[in-house]
């Protein structure tokens, strides 16, 4: 499905007030960097983001990505790759590709594709997938055995993942190849090879209710007896991949039911009020990490092409921003530059009872739950398509700040990027980059770009 054009959709006058409010309680207009000036900051950011998955994510002998990275220092030994941030990688290459950054991209996807599909050369890569076609999460990039709690467990969404990355990678060079004349790219047969042989609709557990299977084990893909997931989170994708599937097959089932039920009105999704806001949230009213909302925004347009999505979406970035307005206000001792904001997920600063530096660890930041002030530029960009370029509220004036004043700037390898941080103590930063977490970065710039923007994502989707 491809965009009309790359606009910010209108919002109800309501939302529009409350986003006008919160927005020019921002840095002013007069540090407006000129349109220029952002658009080739954009790109600049993107390229070093692409250039990170390429050179220090990405395993060469298999084609397979890292969890994470060390950032400043190599990874430790037996440091494990993740499906769906090869997944990203795939994605990765094919923006690279159309940026002319990574001449290589296409044989390099092709090396990925190959080895997840047992045709790869390196002879002692094998991944063992469950009968319906899921794989393991987590992987030893040079071997493909599971590792870290993956075995005997066949992760759902983390496929969606791999799967979303296989179909961008697939369908680009598809493109590019049929333009040049070379006829079907072996990348094109390798990944819709990997996402046909996957049984999608295998995820649902109930139309009715909305549940979807997190995970089954072993090879008899047993389920789990009381845990699934339920409307609204990032398991979305499971569904839409399943539609999919049933249209190419020529049959409409039980994913388009659900779809129908749960997803075709965005106006109708569960919502939690939070302040002056509504939120989209689980039924429950537990408003989930920001990222699940920008999955679905990328990775689903049945979904992310909604106008009431996008007016949703722009009420959760307000509210982002208001979150991080008030714990300013309450801390008024404390940095929390006015720039900083996004709730996500990944490595963050923790801090004890007497707000002291106590370690770091993995953690998901969200509204409700925050304990750290854990902000996320990474979800500031994942936010930043919804806006045209240098207008008031544009996400990326914001990253351009923290860029110029060090805010959350990270440096690997010779490699610029913005991380996440503590808007508390924002230059006690972080020591990993989780790969998924910060897929919604590369999303969000590539959806930005002038050259790219959501007209390429939406193209060569899933």
């Known amino acids: 499905m491809v965009l009309g054009l790359l606009a910010l959709t209108e919002p109800a006058p309501m939302l529009r007030l409350i986003c006008l409010l919160l927005i020019f309680s921002f840095p002013a207009a007069a540090q407006t960097p000129p349109r220029a000036t952002l658009d080739a900051f954009t790109r600049d950011r993107l390229a070093d983001a692409i250039l990170l998955m390429d050179r220090h994510f990405r395993v060469p002998e298999t084609g397979q990505y890292f969890d994470f990275i060390e950032i400043g220092r190599g990874n430790p030994p037996g440091a494990p790759s993740s499906i769906a941030a090869t997944g990203l990688g795939l994605m990765s290459l094919a923006i690279g590709d159309a940026m002319g950054i990574l001449p290589d991209a296409e044989a390099k996807a092709a090396t990925t594709l190959r080895h997840l599909t047992g045709r790869g050369s390196y002879a002692p890569f094998t991944v063992t997938r469950s009968p319906s076609g899921w794989y393991p999460h ?103 991949l399943a539609m999919r599937a049933e249209r190419m097959g020529g049959a409409i089932g039980p994913a388009h039911a659900l779809f129908q039920r749960h997803y075709s009105d965005a106006a109708a999704f569960p919502m939690a009020a939070r302040g002056d806001q509504t939120l989209v949230a689980k039924p429950s009213g537990y408003v989930p990490a920001h990222f699940t909302h920008q999955f679905a925004y990328f990775h689903c347009p049945e979904i992310g092409d909604q106008p009431a999505f996008h007016d949703e979406l722009l009420e959760l970035a307000a509210a982002d921003r208001a979150f991080f307005a008030n714990r300013r206000a309450a801390l008024p001792d404390a940095p929390f530059p006015e720039a900083l904001w996004g709730h996500g997920a990944g490595t963050e600063v923790r801090f004890d009872a007497d707000g002291r530096v106590e370690d770091q660890g993995y953690g998901v930041a969200r509204i409700d739950e925050n304990p750290h002030d854990t902000a996320s530029p990474a979800i500031m960009a994942g936010f930043a398509p919804l806006w045209r370029s240098g207008a008031p509220g544009d996400p990326m004036l914001d990253l351009y700040r923290l860029w110029q004043d060090g805010t959350c700037r990270y440096d690997h390898a010779g490699l610029g990027f913005l991380w996440r941080c503590s808007a508390r103590l924002p230059d006690h930063g972080v020591t990993r980059v989780e790969a998924v977490d910060f897929s919604t970065y590369i999303l969000g710039l590539a959806g930005r770009d002038p050259a790219l923007g959501m007209d390429f994502l939406r193209l060569f989707g899933p």
């Open 138 to 240: 987590f992987i030893d990039p040079m071997t493909g055995a599971p590792v870290n709690g993956s075995e005997d467990k066949f992760s759902t969404i983390d496929t969606a993942l791999l799967a979303a990355g296989a179909a961008t990678a697939a369908r680009y060079f598809s493109a590019k190849s049929f333009a040049e004349g070379r006829g079907p790219s072996e990348v094109y047969v390798l990944g819709r090879d990997l996402i046909d042989s996957v049984q999608w609709a295998r995820s649902i557990k109930s139309v009715e209710r909305g549940l979807l299977h997190l995970v089954f084990y072993g090879h008899e893909e047993r389920e789990s007896e009381n845990v699934f997931a339920n409307p609204f989170d990032e398991y979305v994708m499971l569904p839409c």
